[in-house]
C-alpha cells in the first residue's frame, strides 16, 4: 500500500476496498445501541415497513464503508480524515449477508489557503454488495497533508 | 411525545434531543470496529495529530447523534426514515465525557409525487456539546406518512 500526500492524487483516480459481509446480528445490536427502530431491530416488526424485511441503519452502513475505507488502498498520509462531506444518498437497503465493498474517485485535489501544509480532496464514495448494486454513495470532503519540503 | 404526519410539520419547528454522555471506552472500541486510526483509537497517539487529543470517530458522533434523535421529542409517524442527507459538518472534536444534545429544525415539508401517501421532510440536525459548541450539522431528508384519511 502506497501512502499519499496531496501532491499524488488527481482526478480521476480510483482506489479499491476489501469486502465485508454483513453480520445479522450485529445489525440488531447496532441498531439497539444507536437506532432502536423496528425495522432495524427484528424481522417480524420489519416486514410491514417500507423495508420489507430487516435493513441496517443507514449509520451503521457509514461505520461499515468506513472501517472498508481504512482497510482499502486509499491511503492519505496521516489517515482518512473528513471534515464533513457533501450529499448522502441511501440508494438500497443494506440486507443481513450482504457483502459490501467500497469504491472511492477522487473528484477534487486543491492546496488550502488558510493551512498552507496541507490540502483539500473530495472523493466519492460508493458502496455496493456482492451484485453489484449501489447502495450508498457520498461524497467526502478530506484534509491531505502536502509532501514535506 | 406526539407522533406527527406529515400535515403536522412546518418549517420553523424546532425540537430538543436528551443528552448523552460521550464515553472513553467506548470512543476507542467504536474506532477499533469501524474507523481503526491513532486519533480514534489511543490518548498518547492522538497528542500529535490535529486533534491534539482523543477524538469520538465522526461517524460515532453521527450514531450517537441518531441514538438522540430517536429518543427525542422529533416523533414522525413510521419512524425516522432517512433516504439521505445534504451536507454534513464536523465541526469541532467531540471528547471523551462530552455530553451530546441535538435540535432539529423543519426546512422544508413537501408532499411526495410518486407516493403521495408519503412526503418529504428536510431537517437541520445540530448536535451541540455541553458547552453549547455545535460539534456536528446535517440536513437530513426524511420520508414522513402523510395522515390517514
Redesign the interface.
Known amino acids: 500500500m502506497t501512502v499519499r500526500y496531496l501532491e499524488d492524487f488527481a482526478v480521476g483516480q480510483t482506489f479499491r476496498s476489501g469486502r465485508m459481509r454483513v453480520d445479522r446480528e450485529r445489525i440488531k445490536t447496532?441498531a439497539a445501541?444507536?437506532?432502536?427502530?423496528?425495522?432495524h431491530l427484528d424481522e417480524d416488526a420489519a416486514k410491514n415497513?417500507?423495508f420489507g424485511g430487516l435493513a441496517a441503519?443507514?449509520?451503521?452502513t457509514?461505520?461499515?464503508t468506513?472501517?472498508l475505507l481504512?482497510d482499502g488502498e486509499f491511503k492519505p498520509a496521516?489517515?482518512?480524515?473528513?471534515?464533513?462531506?457533501?450529499?448522502?444518498?441511501?440508494l438500497a437497503p443494506v440486507r443481513p449477508e450482504d457483502e459490501l465493498q467500497v469504491e472511492s474517485e477522487v473528484l477534487e485535489v486543491r492546496p488550502s489557503k488558510p493551512r498552507p501544509s496541507h490540502g483539500h480532496l473530495k472523493v466519492r464514495n460508493t458502496t455496493f454488495n456482492q451484485d453489484g448494486e449501489a447502495v450508498q454513495v457520498f461524497t467526502g470532503n478530506l484534509?491531505v497533508p502536502c509532501r514535506p519540503k
Open positions: 447496532f445501541e444507536f437506532d432502536p427502530q423496528p425495522f415497513t417500507v441503519s443507514g449509520w451503521h457509514t461505520a461499515m468506513m472501517r481504512v496521516g489517515g482518512i480524515l473528513g471534515f464533513g462531506f457533501d450529499e448522502l444518498r441511501w484534509l
